[in-house]
């Protein structure tokens, strides 16, 4: 029996070249339809082409490996403004990220609530939830962020100690 203090090291531990993890389980998704409104004029437009990309989501940590979305999208083309435009798939992930929405938010709420240096981060991303993100990824991320909102964290504390410290100082204006 194995003691409780006794853990082995993650078996990926010391891989430096990603093309030696362990291969991604493919979920398919689709966002596939005949007509869409233009985002223009809202006229109603016909699927032009149909088309593919693929996602880093959240991986499987239980079974250790990456998870990745097929997500198959159609095109339209709206004849009135003259102009081609993908089906909506901004719930997934931003236009052409090769991530989605729920992996950026963990990897910039890693760096800056929880205060760790990107390289920690990307490390935990891995270890933890499964998905390699390069830690100058993560570091575009956050940088985009500050230009977007500003931090809303500028002491590298977590949030729960800001709000802890804001309360014990300074009295609400
Ligand atoms: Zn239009």
Redo the contacts with the bound molecule.
């Keep these: 029996m194995r003691c409780p203090a006794v853990y082995p090291p993650d078996p990926t531990l010391g891989i430096t070249d990603p093309q030696m993890l362990p291969p991604p389980k493919l979920l398919r998704r689709s966002r596939n339809y005949e007509h869409r409104p233009?985002p223009?004029?809202g006229?109603s437009c016909p699927r032009d082409r149909v088309r593919t990309r693929t996602l880093h989501d959240l991986g499987d940590a239980v079974g250790g490996r990456p998870r990745d979305i097929q997500l198959t999208y159609s095109q339209h083309h709206?004849t009135?403004?003259r102009h081609y435009f993908p089906a909506d798939m901004s719930d997934l992930a931003a236009p052409k990220a090769l991530y989605t929405h729920r992996v950026v938010a963990l990897a910039v709420r890693l760096v800056v609530e929880d205060g760790l240096p990107y390289q920690t981060a990307s490390w935990h991303l891995w270890r933890d939830h499964r998905v390699f993100v390069p830690y100058a990824t993560i570091q575009n991320w956050v940088e985009a962020r500050g230009k977007k909102g500003g931090r809303s964290n500028p002491c590298g504390l977590p949030r729960l100690g800001l709000f802890w410290n804001s309360r014990q100082s300074s009295p609400s204006p």
């Design positions: 233009c223009e004029c006229k709206c009135r403004c």
